[in-house]
């Protein structure tokens, strides 16, 4: 998930997977239309992977109508591609209805799914769901206020209006029913339930990752905070501002690029022939793990400096150009 461009925590990693600091990617020259590709023939590329908030989709949060054919040539090409998303694996499964061979990397790469089979699943501990249930409710009720970089103390510190959705496999669930908080959780879990308590709900269902979702900066409060609390319980959990809004929790060592190495692993495709497109913070692992990195003219500015290369924005439809661009083959 994308909202929107803020400052960034330095990247997971100081190195790129050839061995370079990330700073070196930004060097790269960029020839015309906005597309720096570095390659001097198009390279056998048989997998490509693009987020979507901020990247594939467009302005509007749209799919580009000339995507569709593009996806037509990938197919006929034998070059699958995958989206890679906080969104749940029944939203993206939505959008791009089930294409034979499509790949869905969902919840941050915590749910992978090929023509509707599991390829990998990787849940919280459970003994993790309550203790940032419980911080979110004391938040959103004023008896926790925050304060710049998540303290909970200072002439700063007031109250967080925060929500939270509890991402089972099955379906998500919430527990706050005002309208605005509603409509931005749709946007992103079409199978939804609204309950009374989100910890008995999602009993019996794999929790995939807890999303919390800030009105205010989720990097500049909420993110910290949920740092903070993460250390305190013990378990093991990443935490990963996925947008301007939003804060995810998972199990440690899951994200996008785990996913998409288990995926590369599973297909016999290796990171010389992945393409991956990626704008926000939780993309940064996966363009490690893709020979043809690209970060989008928008994306946050630590992506843009781990990726290899640049790609136009995605309100110009950068992916769509890009791959058109790096792979001139398609559609002839």
Known sequence: MND????????????????????????????????????????DIRLVVSDMDGTLLDGEGRVPDGFWP???????????FA?????????????????????????NGTNVVRDGQTVAIEPLDR??????????????????PLGAGGTTGGPDAGHAD???????????YIERTDDDFV????????????????VAASADDPVLKLAVYDF??????????????????GIGLDVVVSGEHWVDVMRSGINKGRALAILQDSLGIGPDQTMAFGDYLNDAEMLDVATHSYAMANAHPSIVERARHTAPANTEHGVLTTI?????????
């Open 127 to 144: 003994a993790a769901v309550a203790p940032v249930v419980e911080w979110v409710r004391r938040t959103a009720s004023g008896a926790v």
């Open 4 to 43: 929107a461009t803020e400052t960034s925590p330095p990247p997971a990693t100081t190195t790129l997977p050839d061995g370079r600091p990330p700073a070196a990617a930004a060097t790269e020259a960029a020839p015309p239309a906005g597309v720096s590709t570095g390659d001097p023939a198009a390279p």
């Open 70 to 80: 593009l996806l037509d040539e990938l197919e006929a090409a034998g070059v699958l």
């Open 162 to 172: 925060v929500g939270l959705v509890v991402c089972g496999a099955r379906t998500a």
């Open 324 to 332: 058109r661009a790096v792979l001139p083959h398609l559609g002839t």
């Open 216 to 233: 205010g900066s989720a990097e500049g409060r909420t993110g910290p905070a949920m740092r903070a609390l993460a250390a305190e319980t």
């Open 83 to 107: 989206p890679a998303s906080g969104r749940q694996y029944q939203t993206l499964a939505a959008v791009f209805g089930e294409r034979p061979g499509l790949v869905f990397i969902a919840e």
């Open 183 to 198: 409509a931005h959780v749709r946007r992103y879990y079409a199978a939804l339930e609204v309950v009374d308590d989100v």
